[in-house]
């Protein structure tokens, strides 16, 4: 059993940042793959970027590519997700989620463990 807690979350103006942590319990999380979805009103929850177990290998959507990045720290249980030059349409409510591996999955489904979620919102 693996429980994800996110924060750091907020409101922001266009241009400017904003890292999310989420810390995990259980003793599973650094064998496991992690993922930050974010959900918009009206749209499917997507993944924005995801790290394998041991931070060898990270995965970003076109969408946010050279303005958002991924990182974990194994001794601590937490992952994070730092993201610069934010953009309106970068606001939605923010999921964090450990997969079933290791390793990287893209599909909503390979990801058995989610956080309660945090919102961002990016004003114009």
């Known amino acids: 059993q693996v429980q994800l807690v996110e924060s750091g979350g907020g409101f922001v103006q266009a241009g400017g940042s904003l890292r999310l942590s989420c810390a995990a319990s259980?003793?599973?999380?650094?064998?496991?793959?992690m993922g930050w979805f974010r959900q918009a009103p009206g749209k499917e929850r997507a993944l924005v970027t995801a790290?394998?177990?041991?931070?060898?290998?990270?995965y970003y959507a076109d969408s946010v590519k050279g303005r958002f990045t991924i990182s974990r720290d194994n001794a601590k249980n937490t992952v994070y997700l730092q993201m610069n030059s934010l953009k309106p349409e970068d606001t939605a409510v923010y999921y964090c989620?450990?997969?079933?591996?290791?390793?990287?999955?893209?599909?909503?489904?390979?990801?058995?463990?989610w956080g309660q979620g945090t919102q961002v919102t990016v004003s114009s």
């Open positions: 259980g003793r599973t999380f650094s064998s496991r793959a």
């Open positions: 790290i394998t177990w041991n931070g060898g290998s990270t």
């Open positions: 989620a450990a997969s079933g591996g290791g390793h990287i999955g893209s599909r909503y489904t390979d990801y058995i463990y």
